[in-house]
């Protein structure tokens, strides 16, 4: 076996590639699928933090990279929409070192709350998008966006999907480069985005893009698999490519390794030197209507093949156009919260109490599932506390006072804290009470860090912002309790709560047990290491 | 030869993912083509799990098709419905019964000892990069009744 040979999952292999290109700040928010890939740059020596939320990641990513630097950035698909902000302008300002955007899509929505298609993003903000297929390419587009980015002054979008992120293939590594420290130079006219210079930033964008479209054609990255000389061609991308060649081994394949701008021209030859062309692409038929637009025989998918992931049993009826309902495996078990789970106890009593619950992401957004039965809405991150305050503006007094917020102590980092300002400032008749569910880690994506937990990515400790001196100082009353203590009274104690009108918020202190364990493993660790 | 599918399938927490990590490195190893694909993130909330490996030549993608699973190695009894679709006539189904739980010093190890059965019937793979791949699998302490487990798996499949 060769040594610089691993066998590494896409996150994995992205995260040694940021290490052999000399990556100075790896930076995001943990979102299945993605959340691995800075925590193995960690674990390999780079330097990498977690942000309150993706658009703070991609603000600080932007700032790393207009400085001179390379940084990355990580984030989930819906993580995109956070961040869609400052990267929109970013592809304005361009940046002087090197930006690459890893957005995680999760197609059949393993772990998410929706299947959006982030490369709808790339033709919108005007970015360049490169899509692996595995864990090779992964670690080799990882290297060539950084490249692009800093040849043509533009972020890169490296756009992963759950199955490319999290299945293992054999990557070869190359040597680690440390980071060289960036010297910064002042250029007002690339960086300040006045209407004046943002015009002439647009049309650089647009002209970037055409060179980007020549580059990509002469020498961007396309695999080609199956026959030479086969009658059908297929246009694949990402791990679609890998189902299509095993589903249709008598069809030769083509897979753009850059997606946006696609290579036209090249794809038009292959297209042109095959008798009939599919096209096979998971989600949204983007790369479909964009050759089908430039006047290119072929064809794409049925609507039934824009849900869930695809595999090769899906392709072959793809190609076929076969649209019967695939066959479904008896259910296995759902996930549930784990037994002892703190969150346990606020969900029995907000179902005792008949609470209308807007609820949040994290693990307690199990809390809809029986028993408990306790979750009326979800939307995405902080939604409990701002829809919470339209429902109590709208409803009846009666029903308006049985609203809770349940978010937990992650997600209130990350987007609950505007929400919050606004239920005092546009406070509602009746008040509101918001359950801060402090289990102190993100529980849901595997046990990050936060600002509420007091320690860094690498679980060196920093300060603790405290979500109870914040809550406090916009002007709430706070209620710090152990949930697991009040065991018997915790109902009446919310009703107690809800009853005095005022805006409250009840943080339920008490750390998830999973992290507790690791919590102490770690310090154990440090402990040893002392005495040795 | 013929590539080989192997399909693991538990609950979260069983060690499933351990499991598929471990044959897909001890695959690895021997020197073939090697993909694993699995789906975590909501695992550890106690829901079904399953992984995928395949090893041999030229893999391409990383999730067995439907039926075409040589192994359904199965860490609990409840997921062999849930795993059916994955299955021929011809797939060797692995059940947790085959492994007495009392044999094992830590019921724990159920995952090693499963794989100490299969290994039996995967010739293609030497034991010694087996037991490679268990050492870079579990921290030291663990080590010993790993061993222990994967021995009396080998032990209980007499092939």
New interface residues.
């Given amino acids: 076996m060769d040594p610089m040979k691993k066998l590494l999952n896409g996150d994995e292999a992205i995260a040694h590639a940021a290490r052999v290109a000399g990556v100075n700040l790896g930076i995001g928010y943990p979102g299945t699928p993605s959340t691995e890939i800075l925590e193995t740059f960690s674990a390999l020596g780079g330097y990498a933090q977690w942000a309150p939320n993706e658009k703070v990641a991609a603000e600080v990513a932007i700032g790393a990279a207009l400085a001179g630097g390379k940084a990355v950035v990580t984030m989930k698909h819906v993580g995109m929409n956070v961040a869609a902000d400052p990267f929109f302008t970013a592809a304005y300002t361009g940046v002087k070192g090197s930006l690459v955007i890893c957005a995680a899509d999760d197609p059949g929505m393993a772990s998410s709350q929706n299947e959006q298609d982030s490369r709808r993003y790339a033709v919108a903000a005007g970015l360049p998008m490169l899509e692996p297929a595995d864990s090779q390419q992964c670690y080799d587009y990882f290297i060539l966006a950084t490249e692009l980015s800093k040849r043509f002054g533009t972020p890169v979008i490296l756009r992963l999907t759950t199955r490319v992120c999290h299945s293992k293939t054999i990557v070869s590594i190359g040597t680690f480069s440390e980071p060289e420290t960036p010297s910064y130079t002042k250029d007002a006219k690339s960086h300040v985005m006045v209407p004046a210079f943002a015009r002439l930033a647009h049309v650089r964008l647009r002209k970037r893009l055409k060179d980007l479209e020549e580059w990509n054609c002469e020498n961007g990255p396309c695999t080609f698999l199956g026959p030479e000389g086969a009658k059908s061609g297929v246009i694949a991308t990402g791990i679609s490519a890998m189902h299509a060649a095993e589903a249709l081994p008598e069809a030769r394949i083509m897979q753009p390794g850059m997606t946006y701008p696609l290579p036209l021209a090249k794809i038009k030859e292959f297209v042109n030197s095959h008798e009939d062309n599919l096209v096979v692409e998971e989600g949204d038929p983007i790369v479909v209507e964009t050759l089908l637009a430039n006047g290119m025989n072929v064809r794409g998918k049925k609507e039934a093949f824009r849900f869930g992931e695809l595999n090769v049993a899906r392709v072959k009826k793809l190609a076929a156009d076969d649209v019967t309902p695939d066959p479904a495996p008896a259910p296995g078990k759902p996930p549930q919260l784990c037994p002892g789970c703190p969150h346990r106890l606020t969900f029995q009593a907000l179902h005792d109490l008949g609470c209308t619950v807007c609820g949040d992401i994290g693990c307690y957004t199990l809390g809809v599932l029986p028993p408990y039965e306790a979750m009326d809405t979800c939307v995405c991150m902080g939604a409990s506390i701002s829809a919470a305050l339209g429902m109590r503006e709208v409803l009846p007094a009666e029903q308006a006072k049985r609203i809770v917020s349940v978010i937990g102590d992650s997600t209130f980092m990350h987007s609950g804290l505007t929400g919050l300002v606004d239920m005092v400032y546009n406070r509602p008749p009746h008040g509101h009470v918001v359950i801060l569910l402090d289990n102190s880690t993100t529980a849901m994506t595997g046990l990050q860090e936060h600002p509420g937990t007091g320690r860094r990515l690498d679980h060196t400790e920093t300060v603790r912002v405290d979500p109870a001196a914040v809550a406090r100082a916009i002007g709430v009353r706070v209620e710090e309790v152990d949930p697991l203590a009040m065991k018997d009274t915790l109902k009446d104690f919310i009703q107690e709560q809800l009853d005095k009108e005022d805006v409250c918020m009840i943080i339920m202190k008490r750390s998830c047990l999973l992290a507790l364990k690791h919590l102490k493993d770690r310090e154990k660790a440090q402990a040893e290491e002392k005495k040795n | 030869m013929k590539n080989i599918n192997i399909v693991f399938a538990g609950?979260?927490g069983q060690g499933v993912l351990r499991a598929s990590?471990i044959t897909?490195?001890a695959a690895?190893?021997t020197?073939f083509?090697?993909?694993?694909?699995?789906?975590?993130?909501?695992?550890?909330?106690?829901?079904?799990v399953s992984s995928d490996v395949r090893f041999g030549e030229g893999?391409?993608?990383?999730?067995i098709?439907?039926g075409t699973a040589d192994f359904l190695v199965l860490l609990d009894a409840?997921?062999k419905?849930?795993?059916?679709?994955c299955c021929n006539e011809k797939t060797v189904v692995i059940e947790p019964e085959v492994i007495k739980i009392e044999s094992l010093p830590n019921p724990k190890g159920l995952n090693v000892a499963l794989l100490g059965y299969l290994s039996k019937m995967l010739p293609e793979i030497p034991e010694e990069n087996w037991q490679k791949a268990l050492e870079n699998n579990f921290p030291e302490k663990l080590r010993e009744s790993n061993t222990i487990a994967f021995e009396v798996g080998r032990k209980a499949n007499a092939r």
């Fill in positions: 609950l979260g990590d897909a490195e690895f190893l020197g083509d090697v993909k694993k694909a699995e789906v975590h993130g909501m695992s550890q909330r106690g829901g079904s893999i391409k993608s990383p999730m098709p439907a409840s997921q419905d849930p795993n059916a679709l």
